[in-house]
């Protein structure tokens, strides 16, 4: 997959700031009511095995669980507390990994989250988060 072909499928390229703008290139589209993260995973991300580094994976999924918590508490912003990935499967140079994320619970200040990373609709990382919503 080539960022042209993103672009066709209505995937937009996000510069952030900071580590997550290091971390990216990352990618956004809108998915009915939800949104989609994405890395279009490149050389730079592999590790020495040839795939994309956990790191890397576990990254993008903290970041897509982030967005849809801060999305969830009125764009307040919100602390990963924990963050818990199983990997199940490789990552490969070329493939776009997408992340999905959702709440599962929200109590006064903790959000109790779950997100999936898949590439092609087979699921490569699996996590569960407890995000702090910092007071304004």
Known sequence: MTPEE???????????PGFMGR???LWTRRDGDAWTYALLAE??????????????????????ISSVAWEA???QPCLTLQLDTHF?????AGQLAQARAQVVRRTGTLVFMRGEVAVEGSPVLAA???????AP
């Open 73 to 75: 508490c009125a764009r």
């Open 23 to 25: 971390a990216g290139p």
């Open 6 to 16: 993103l672009v066709q499928q209505h995937w937009k390229r996000r510069e952030l």
């Open 88 to 92: 199940i499967g490789p990552v490969r």
């Open 43 to 64: 050389e730079a991300h592999l590790n020495p095995a040839g795939v994309v580094h956990g790191g890397a994976l576990a990254t993008l999924m903290d970041h897509a």
């Open 128 to 134: 569960q988060a407890l995000m702090k919503v910092l």
